[in-house]
């Protein structure tokens, strides 16, 4: 007897039912004690009228290259309609572009623009097949860091060294649940993120973790403007606080310990460099300001006596100090995770069990999973021989500026001139900010490429347009280095009319620009995934770790690698002997302030933890009755992916994205329980619906991102579905790491008075066949 189908996802691995050549059911493995409903949302998409089932050009764009006009109309993306053509004329199409950009302009005129969430298979790896394609034609210019965290991948290794590294051995839940007494989490530890794992996963771990922390008398402290930040579960003290001041509140807590001689002296003088001229700017030595609760609560909102009671507790208990990565996405938001390191290190309990800090609990499932990182092998991307990079979130800076000049840790380097954008994986009409300045920049390049099984944004707003399987479409395996489940990605159905996997488009493109032995090395997708199979056995066999042979896995389907036998410590090597296990800084020790970064002379980006106030906050001098909009990860999707599925439009009101808000501020703008808003503000406006609820403090509102970007192409609205980065600010979070900085937005809410609003989000645009095109 046959196996059931399988397959996993970036939510989980699942059973997959099929009937009559159609995908009906997903069911958990059975090793899954908390399944996310997220998977459900595929079922009723994969045949969706959004799905795009033939290669399509972009009418204007096309009628350029065919010589009947000598205008692409560039303004018309998202807009224009598409005509359907034949993969032959598709590869053409591309590898004919590839050929006049790279001769006419160079390769670090052709921009990557790839994201790695597009699968959660090894090799349908959309990012890294991009890439490889792109190094065998001569490389491209990149972008460095994450939407994620940029800032704290800036910051963290001039703190404590090689940000992923310790990413991937962070402490885990079991140590925290055996010995913290404490557990005090900046931005909270919100459930809702843990559903998701990059790479598949095979078992949720987080609310259970969370759980059996509580049942060992673990006391947890949610320091967040959300209470729904940590399940109810948990019995958490709620410190509502201020978005953005997080830095002040850290720096409070650090005056109480210095002041009233809490902090460990002994581990500050053997782990640490830096200590004095902190300790000179918190205790108001150096500008005369005090940095005490009372100064804190003025800007947190955070009573005083809280604060102190509170800095009391962390240096009496074993306390966990938790920083979410939504802590980075603010202006200066690399400031906070400095500030809670030095924290921590001034508590004196890094490297203990169950002590220190914690980057990003439950951000994803794997983090606090007491796995060591898993050495599978990966795609070889080859060598890229363009130098060329901008941080992630400065795309619109880099079309509309070519040749500007902009700093980058401690560097300064200048903007390429695109002339190409090549999209496979990742939507950036979901994760880039301030959409409107956005679709200008979107003007700017020649040409824009694209693969994408559906009409989102992003293949609205492209020139060539590729479709491209899903994962219940191909084959796979589904190897994380964070979780220990492998499984085998069966191809449950059939691709969806002329969709291809990306391995297949970029060789029928590599074929067309002579460089497909290069790309393929002569192996098909089937011999590719038993290459890494087989490389990955090696690696982990190093380590003592066993593998069933390739062919054994794939007539199995799933296995399970055992866990570390002693719970993961952070940094437990570097406090048992800083001599012999140094850290990656400068000085080998946790820089409190940084002589390093102090010498890079930023304006806006002193040499250690600093209070800058940010442009748009509660506290701002022009507040004039605006609130201050939180735009964090949905709990229904994945980014935008599966928008237009069940279980995210399950969610809409009257069609569009919900927005939080407190009763108060509800009441004294009219707004009622269910109403439509209208939100806005210097960059565009939106409509939500009104949720009320007393789990957001006053102020504060929260629209999850992930609506796809609907925007108002003859009206006022610049979505009209809710995407809420048609109001964040497109600003670096410095100049240090240039992240992006949504979290720091102002908005002005009323309700909406203007009727009903078409929804064309989940629709295609206007499509027609090359034989009526050629007529």
Not at 61 to 73: A, C, F, P, Q
Not at 193 to 217: E, F, T, V
Not at 318 to 336: D, F
């Amino acid at each position: 007897m046959r196996r059931p189908l399988l397959t996993s996802s970036h939510w989980g691995s699942f059973t997959v039912t099929v009937e009559n050549d159609q995908v009906t059911g997903l069911n958990p493995l059975k090793t899954d004690k908390d399944p996310s409903p997220i998977g459900e949302g595929i079922i009723d998409v994969l045949d969706h009228p959004t799905r795009i089932t033939a290669p399509m050009v972009r009418k204007s764009w096309l009628d350029k290259i065919d010589g009947k006009t000598d205008d692409s109309k560039p303004e018309q993306r998202g807009r224009d309609r598409f005509v359907a053509v034949s993969w032959q004329k598709a590869e053409q199409l591309v590898a004919d572009e590839l050929r006049r950009v790279i001769g006419d302009h160079g390769n670090e005129s052709i921009f990557a623009g790839s994201y790695g969430w597009a699968s959660a298979g090894r090799f349908h790896h959309a990012q890294s097949q991009i890439h490889r394609f792109l190094n065998c034609v001569g490389g491209y210019t990149k972008s460095v860091n994450t939407y994620s965290f940029a800032a704290a991948e800036v910051i963290v290794p001039h703190v404590i060294g090689n940000f992923r590294d310790h990413i991937y051995h962070q402490t885990s839940w079991r140590s925290v649940i055996e010995n913290t007494e404490l557990f005090v989490a900046f931005g909270g530890i919100p459930a809702k993120n843990g559903q998701i794992g990059q790479g598949g996963l095979g078992n949720h771990i987080q609310r259970s973790s969370m759980q059996m922390a509580a049942d060992n008398d673990v006391s947890f402290v949610n320091i967040s403007p959300l209470r729904q930040d940590m399940i109810d579960q948990l019995d958490a003290e709620w410190m509502p606080i201020r978005p953005n001041t997080d830095t002040a509140m850290m720096l409070a807590l650090c005056h109480t310990l210095i002041a009233e001689d809490l902090y460990d002296k002994a581990f500050v003088d053997r782990y640490t460099t830096g200590f004095s001229p902190f300790a000179d700017y918190v205790m108001g030595r150096t500008d005369g300001i005090e940095k005490t609760a009372d100064w804190a609560a003025a800007i947190t909102g955070i009573p005083a006596g809280h604060m102190i009671n509170l800095a009391r507790r962390m240096a009496n208990q074993r306390t966990m100090i938790s920083l979410s990565w939504s802590l980075t996405r603010q202006q200066y938001g690399e400031e906070p995770y400095w500030a809670g390191i030095v924290l921590a290190a001034l508590i004196g309990q890094i490297g203990l069990p169950g002590g220190g800090f914690g980057m990003g609990y439950s951000a994803l499932n794997a983090i606090g999973h007491n796995i060591n990182h898993l050495e599978f092998a990966a795609l070889p991307q080859g060598k890229n021989a363009i130098g060329q990079f901008i941080p992630v979130a400065r795309i619109s800076d880099m079309l509309l500026h070519p040749g500007q000049q902009f700093r980058y840790n401690g560097g300064e380097y200048s903007y390429p001139d695109i002339r190409l954008m090549y999209w496979a994986g990742g939507n950036p009409f979901h994760h880039h900010q301030d959409l409107q300045r956005m679709v200008k920049a979107w003007q700017k390049p020649e040409t824009i490429i694209v693969h994408e099984w559906c009409w989102n944004a992003n293949a609205k707003f492209a020139d060539i347009v590729l479709p491209c399987t899903t994962t219940l479409e191909r084959q796979d395996i589904a190897m994380s280095p964070r979780d220990n489940h492998v499984v085998s990605m069966d191809q449950s159905i059939a691709p969806v009319g002329q969709a291809r996997d990306d391995y297949q488009i970029l060789s029928g493109i590599a074929e067309q620009m002579g460089c497909v032995d290069a790309f393929t090395e002569g192996r098909d997708a089937e011999e590719w995934q038993r290459w890494l199979y087989d490389m990955s056995r090696q690696s982990l066999s190093r380590h003592g770790k066993v593998m069933p042979d390739y062919d054994t896995f794939r007539e199995q389907g799933w296995f399970v690698l055992p866990e570390q036998d002693e719970p993961m410590v952070l940094l437990k090597d570097f406090r048992d002997d800083p001599e012999k296990h140094p850290l990656q800084t400068p000085s080998g020790r946790i820089e409190i302030s940084s002589e390093r970064i102090a010498g890079f002379g930023l304006d806006d980006f002193p040499g250690m933890p600093y209070w800058q106030e940010p442009d748009e906050w509660l506290g701002a001098a022009d507040l004039g009755g605006r609130l201050h909009m939180i735009n964090n990860q949905p709990h229904n999707k994945l980014h935008s992916q599966l928008d237009h599925g069940k279980v995210s439009v399950a969610s809409r009101i009257h069609g569009h994205e919900p927005m939080m808000i407190n009763p108060a501020d509800a009441a004294s703008r009219g707004i009622n329980d269910g109403d439509l808003v209208h939100i806005s503000n210097n960059r565009g406006s939106m409509i939500c619906g009104a949720v009320l609820d007393d789990d957001i403090m006053a102020g504060v509102i929260l629209v999850s991102t992930g609506a796809w970007y609907d925007p108002d192409f003859d009206g006022e609205l610049s979505c009209k579905h809710g995407n809420p980065n048609v109001l964040t600010p497109d600003i670096g979070t410095s100049s240090l790491a240039q992240g992006p900085a949504a979290h720091s937005c102002l908005v002005t809410i009323t309700p909406w008075t203007g009727g009903a609003i078409h929804i064309t989000a989940h629709q295609p645009p206007e499509i027609e066949d090359e034989t009526k095109y050629s007529n």
